[in-house]
């Protein structure tokens, strides 16, 4: 039989270790959905995008414009309160950046967002207050584009797992593909919970967005192991399965390396509008990476029979 040469890594030998470390990713995941549901009602806090109502970035800075302007949350949320804004709900993304969102739908957001900062810079001493981006989303909208995005994402592993079997014939690979990118989700999933982001159309297109990217190169993984399945060697279905690895290595870790340095800049230099969207994807590649190798492969090989 066939064995490896020494300049080849070992994969698939190190699978135990890496299906606890994904068995960890998914406790995190249960245990933190359990903990949210139980402490405030629900799973996700969703944004405007979904929730319905007025929402608005605010950055504080000194009026004399010498510099930011670190501002409290609660006196911000008690001047609206007092000034007749309903449910009024804060999230702070600096000391001096805050997301203010409100129930309140108008026609014209902008001018609603405008109150608010007038609002502000009359009730508050030496702030200068400026609105950095506006969002506003009627109540059925919200609630339609919540059950649209859920479906969207299931609709997207139907036709991932049918084109797989499609395109490779086999039950094992498509299985390896599906519960791969279910790995990706979950691991963007559990960080959206647990450093408490919400659920708004920049994760849900950062989940699209890694779906496919994360299928792409398991694909090209796959497409060597069919390959050298239908050589017919000698070599048993793990050892070309990890052959198969070492020789798309490169290309995946470059692939990787060159979409992450994009991701990278648009966190450090996109600002707060798009750094959810941002950390969403560069997790999204770290993982789509790990799962192309770690997860897809091994378990292709679990559900994979020999053919005689």
Same mark, same amino acid.
């Given at each position: 039989?066939?064995?490896?040469?020494? =300049?080849?890594?070992?994969?698939?030998? *190190?699978?135990?270790?890496?299906?606890?470390?994904?068995?960890?990713?998914?406790?995190?995941?249960?245990?933190?959905?359990? *903990?949210?549901?139980?402490?405030?009602? #629900?799973?996700?806090?969703?944004?405007?995008?979904? =929730?319905?109502?007025?929402?608005?970035?605010?950055?504080?800075?000194?009026?004399?414009?010498?510099?930011?302007?670190?501002?409290?949350?609660?006196?911000? #949320?008690?001047?609206?309160?007092?000034?007749?804004?309903?449910?009024?709900?804060?999230?702070?993304?600096?000391?001096?950046?805050?997301?203010?969102?409100?129930?309140?739908?108008?026609?014209?957001?902008?001018?609603?967002?405008?109150?608010?900062?007038? =609002?502000?810079?009359?009730?508050?001493?030496?702030?200068?207050?400026?609105?950095?981006?506006?969002?506003?989303?009627?109540?059925?909208?919200?609630?339609?584009?919540?059950?649209?995005?859920?479906?969207?994402?299931?609709?997207?592993?139907?036709?991932?797992?049918?084109?797989?079997?499609?395109?490779?014939?086999?039950?094992?690979?498509?299985?390896?593909?599906?519960?791969?990118?279910?790995?990706?989700?979950?691991?963007?999933?559990?960080?959206?919970?647990?450093?408490?982001?919400?659920?708004?159309?920049?994760?849900?297109?950062?989940?699209?967005?890694?779906?496919?990217?994360?299928?792409?190169?398991?694909?090209?993984?796959?497409?060597?192991?069919?390959?050298?399945?239908?050589?017919?060697?000698?070599?048993?279905?793990?050892?070309?399965?990890?052959?198969?690895?070492? #020789?798309?290595?490169?290309?995946?870790?470059?692939?990787?390396?060159?979409?992450?340095?994009?991701?990278?800049?648009?966190?450090?230099?996109?600002?707060?509008?798009?750094?959810?969207?941002?950390?969403?994807?560069?997790?999204?590649?770290?993982?789509?990476? *790990?799962?192309?190798? *770690?997860?897809?492969?091994?378990?292709?090989?679990?559900?994979?029979?020999?053919?005689?």
């Amino acid at each position: 039989m066939a064995m490896m040469t020494k =300049t080849q890594i070992n994969f698939l030998k *190190y699978s135990p270790l890496f299906y606890t470390l994904s068995g960890i990713l998914f406790t995190l995941f249960f245990a933190g959905a359990v *903990y949210k549901y139980q402490t405030r009602g #629900e799973v996700f806090e969703y944004s405007v995008d979904f =929730t319905g109502g007025t929402q608005t970035l605010l950055g504080f800075a000194k009026k004399d414009g010498s510099g930011p302007k670190q501002v409290s949350s609660l006196e911000i #949320e008690h001047v609206l309160a007092q000034k007749g804004f309903s449910s009024v709900t804060l999230r702070e993304f600096s000391d001096h950046e805050l997301l203010v969102r409100v129930k309140e739908v108008e026609s014209d957001a902008k001018g609603l967002a405008e109150r608010i900062r007038e =609002t502000l810079e009359s009730n508050l001493s030496d702030v200068k207050v400026t609105v950095l981006q506006t969002d506003s989303v009627g109540a059925g909208v919200g609630d339609e584009l919540k059950h649209n995005a859920v479906w969207f994402v299931l609709l997207s592993l139907l036709i991932m797992l049918a084109y797989i079997w499609v395109r490779f014939r086999s039950f094992s690979f498509a299985m390896g593909a599906v519960i791969s990118l279910l790995h990706d989700a979950v691991a963007i999933l559990t960080f959206v919970i647990w450093f408490d982001y919400e659920i708004s159309l920049n994760v849900i297109a950062a989940i699209l967005f890694v779906l496919g990217y994360s299928i792409h190169d398991t694909i090209v993984v796959f497409s060597q192991i069919r390959d050298h399945f239908r050589r017919k060697d000698s070599r048993t279905p793990a050892e070309i399965a990890n052959v198969s690895i070492n #020789e798309t290595l490169r290309r995946t870790l470059l692939t990787s390396f060159a979409t992450a340095l994009t991701v990278v800049a648009l966190l450090i230099f996109g600002g707060e509008v798009v750094r959810t969207l941002s950390t969403a994807l560069l997790i999204g590649i770290v993982f789509g990476t *790990y799962s192309s190798i *770690y997860i897809a492969t091994p378990v292709m090989l679990l559900f994979y029979k020999e053919k005689k």
